[in-house]
T-cell receptor, first 111, second 115 residues
Framework: GQQLNQSPQSMFIQEGEDVSMNCTSS?????WLWYKQDPGEGPVLLIA?????ELTSNGRLTAQFGITRKDSFLNISASIPSDVGIYFC???????????FGTGTRLQVFP | DVKVTQSSRYLVKRTGEKVFLECVQD?????MFWYRQDPGLGLRLIYF???????EKGDIPEGYSVSREKKERFSLILESASTNQTSMYLC??????????????FGQGTRLTVV
C-alpha cells in the first residue's frame, strides 16, 4: 500500500532543544496534517497544510508542505516536557479523501 | 464540541470469535476511517467510508469488514478474530479533505487483545 516514510523513528532530547522531523513519500499528497498522540489517547491535530510550499506556525511548532507535494517537515522549538509523545504526519492522497499516516516519531524530552 | 466515540476502551476476545468495534461521530461528517496502530508501524488504514453504505479498502483490509448503515456510525468487524489482530484500533471522521480548514478527528482508541 501507499507509504509515508517518517523519520526519525525516535528522539531523546534535552528540554530547550529544537526538534525536527519529516515525512517523505513517492506519492503526491494534496493535504499534509501533523498529529500528536499522548499515551492512551487518540491523535490530536497540531498543524494542517493545504498548499505546496506553505509554511505554517502554531506557537512553537512550524511545519512546511514541500514544493514537490511529496514531503513535509515539522519543527518544534525550545522543547518542553509536555512535548513528549508520538508525532505522526498524515497525507491526503491524490484525488480521494483517503488519509494515510506515517510510522510516527516518538519524542522524549529530559529536564 | 467535536466528538468521535468508540464503544470500548479495552476488549479481550477469544480466537475465532466475531468481534464488532463501533464508532459514532456527532459532527455530520461524510468520511469515517478505521486504523490499527502497532509499535513502529504507525497508523495503518484498514477501511475508509466516504458516505453511507460506501466503503473503500485501505492498506490492510484482510480479515476485516466494515458496515456504514447510518452516517454517524461506522463499524469494524473481525469475522474470526486471530491473535495477530491484537492491536490498538482507532476510528476517525472528517469532512471532505478537499475543503480547506478541515481535519480528521479521532476517537480515544480500542485496545483489542485476542487470546
Amino acid at each position: 500500500g501507499q507509504q509515508l516514510n517518517q523519520s526519525p523513528q525516535s528522539m531523546f532530547i534535552q528540554e530547550g532543544e529544537d526538534v525536527s522531523m519529516n515525512c517523505t513519500s513517492s506519492s503526491i499528497f494534496n493535504t499534509w496534517l501533523w498529529y500528536k498522540q499522548d499515551p492512551g489517547e487518540g491523535p490530536v491535530l497540531l498543524i494542517a497544510l493545504y498548499k505546496a510550499g506553505e509554511l505554517t506556525s502554531n506557537g512553537r511548532l512550524t511545519a512546511q508542505f514541500g514544493i514537490t507535494r511529496k514531503d513535509s517537515f515539522l519543527n518544534i522549538s525550545a522543547s518542553i516536557p509536555s512535548d513528549v509523545g508520538i508525532y505522526f504526519c498524515a497525507g491526503q492522497l491524490g484525488n480521494t479523501d483517503k488519509l494515510i499516516f506515517g510510522t510516527g516519531t516518538r519524542l522524549q524530552v529530559f529536564p | 464540541d467535536v466528538k468521535v466515540t468508540q464503544s470500548s476502551r479495552y476488549l479481550v476476545k477469544r480466537t475465532g470469535e466475531k468481534v464488532f468495534l463501533e464508532c459514532v461521530q456527532d459532527m455530520d461528517h461524510e468520511n469515517m476511517f478505521w486504523y490499527r496502530q502497532d509499535p513502529g508501524l504507525g497508523l495503518r488504514l484498514i477501511y475508509f467510508s466516504y458516505d453511507v453504505k460506501m466503503k473503500e479498502k485501505g492498506d490492510i483490509p484482510e480479515g476485516y469488514s466494515v458496515s456504514r448503515e447510518k452516517k454517524e456510525r461506522f463499524s469494524l468487524i473481525l469475522e474470526s478474530a486471530s491473535t495477530n489482530q491484537t492491536s490498538m484500533y482507532l476510528c476517525a471522521s472528517s469532512l471532505s479533505l478537499f475543503d480547506m480548514n478541515t481535519e480528521a478527528f479521532f476517537g480515544q482508541g480500542t485496545r483489542l487483545t485476542v487470546v
